[in-house]
């Protein structure tokens, strides 16, 4: 019998995260102050974020991170997760590619979000802080940090994006049951919230709208930091448990992938696998490795998107952040992919762009679904939204592997399970669901809103 799983035990579980950073032949430009467009520090940022996930946020020297042995023990709850062989696909597909699966689904959250989630918490509760705020768009971020902030005793709140609040209602119920409050963003609970509200009082949300809520109520609340999901350089720090787990368990399996594929939102999942697999870029062990971002093609940062310092948030709330944007106040269709609708990418997967050690491809919302269905009709798992564009990527490649008579090795992400996204399957199944794509026109005219930078 053909082995499929790939399973490490908990002794094998990371004692440290990468920090591509220190690595990056280009070092990623600074975050900004917006007033002085000066280069901020740990200080500066510790008074949003605590103050040792700021640390790492700007790290640039160190690549190995120590992982306290608190947050390995919490990780021990659901780690380490399987590495997959994805025979049935190969056989449906009828291609010569040998396709693998990073299964981030199996632990109880749903997704890889939680990752990130517990040592941003930990940090928080070690340095006396009592509660912890963030913004979620289809809810795996906010899940994962309403359970973590229960784990260290931290009150959470979270303002969640309005629509998909609406189209993933169990996503909210979820975070209630681990004790977090949860508002669909934009809410009148904030003064960014009635601004927007009083501008179009049908406002859906966005990720950016919910991001300048959260920062809001922390810095107007003692006691309180904001933590991210994603996009930050210390989040895709966090997730690099992925990639490291599937370094060895590639080994088991005696071969390297040729392709590394995540899906793409702000960067948490994409960097968490593909990070520690890019060293062997820049340390010569394996040049030839293709790295493929798969983003909606309603928010196509990466491939239509300018390089320029933006807002990570609609109300101009963050620091300038480095990144591919589409404008931070650009307001994406409504794709039932929620936790991809984000205006820009993060700054560390923006340079490597800019460098050309990776690119972005776009997904229809269609594509994307179809390719799900496919995954879960061969492998027996109903993958989020959002997975199913790494999936569609995937596809895409193994497809061009049969045509070309080639046997690459393609390693993909699945980030979360979509057990809780029923409804947008329905909807696809119904013949419910559309396209939706941006003109040049569109996008030039979001872009006249980028702060200028001198």
């Known amino acids: 019998m053909k082995q499929k799983k790939f399973i490490l035990q908990e002794h094998d579980i990371p004692k440290h995260w990468y920090n591509i950073q220190a690595d990056m032949p280009t070092k990623p430009m600074p975050p900004l102050n917006p007033q002085t467009r000066k280069p901020l520090t740990v200080d500066d940022l510790s008074h949003i974020f605590s103050k040792e996930c700021s640390r790492q946020e700007l790290d640039t020297v160190n690549p190995w991170i120590p992982i306290p042995d608190e947050v390995r023990e919490k990780y021990s709850y659901y780690r380490a997760t399987p590495l997959v062989r994805a025979y049935a696909l190969e056989q449906a597909l009828g291609t010569t590619a040998h396709i693998y699966f990073k299964n981030e689904s199996t632990n109880p959250l749903g997704s890889h979000k939680i990752n990130s989630a517990i040592p941003q918490c930990y940090y928080c509760k070690k340095e006396g802080d009592t509660n912890v705020t963030t913004e979620t768009g289809a809810g795996q971020w906010g899940t994962a940090l309403s359970y973590a902030a229960k784990l260290y005793g931290l009150e959470a709140a979270v303002y969640q994006v309005k629509i998909t609040l609406q189209q993933k209602p169990y996503r909210s119920m979820l975070m209630r049951t681990f004790g977090a409050t949860v508002e669909g963003s934009p809410s009148m609970s904030t003064r960014a919230g009635k601004d927007l509200i009083t501008r179009n009082a049908n406002d859906p949300g966005s990720l950016g709208s919910a991001i300048s809520e959260a920062i809001e109520l922390a810095t107007t609340t003692p006691g309180c930091k904001y933590t991210l999901g994603s996009v930050m350089n210390h ?113 560390i997967v923006s340079q490597l762009i800019k460098d050309g050690y990776m690119h972005g491809v776009d997904i229809p919302q269609l594509e994307s679904f179809k390719a799900g269905l496919l995954f879960a009709q061969t492998e027996g798992i109903i993958p989020a939204p959002e997975s199913c564009h790494a999936i569609a990527a995937t596809i895409r490649e193994a497809n061009k592997a049969k045509e070309e008579g080639k046997s690459p090795v393609i390693l993909f992400c699945l980030s979360g399970h979509g057990l809780i996204d029923m409804p947008s399957y329905n909807s696809y199944i119904n013949g419910d669901l559309h396209n939706y794509s941006l003109s040049d026109e569109e996008i030039e005219e979001n872009l006249k809103h980028v702060p200028k930078q001198a």
Do not use: W
Request: hydrophobic content about 35%; aromatic content about 12%; overall charge negative.
């Open 235 to 347: 989040v895709g720090l966090h997730q690099t448990v992925i990639g490291l787990e599937a370094e060895k368990q590639m080994q088991m399996a005696g071969e390297y992938p040729d392709k590394v594929i995540a899906c793409f939102g702000g960067g948490s999942n994409f960097g968490g696998i593909a990070f520690p697999f890019m060293r062997h870029i820049f340390d010569g062990t394996h040049k030839e490795t293709e790295f493929i971002a798969a983003e909606p093609e309603s928010c196509p940062k990466l491939t239509r998107g300018k390089f320029e310092y933006d807002f990570g948030d609609e109300a101009g709330y963050t620091p300038l952040l480095p990144m591919y944007t589409l404008g931070h106040d650009f307001k994406p269709a409504n794709i039932h992919a929620g936790g991809l609708r984000y205006h820009g990418a993060g700054v």
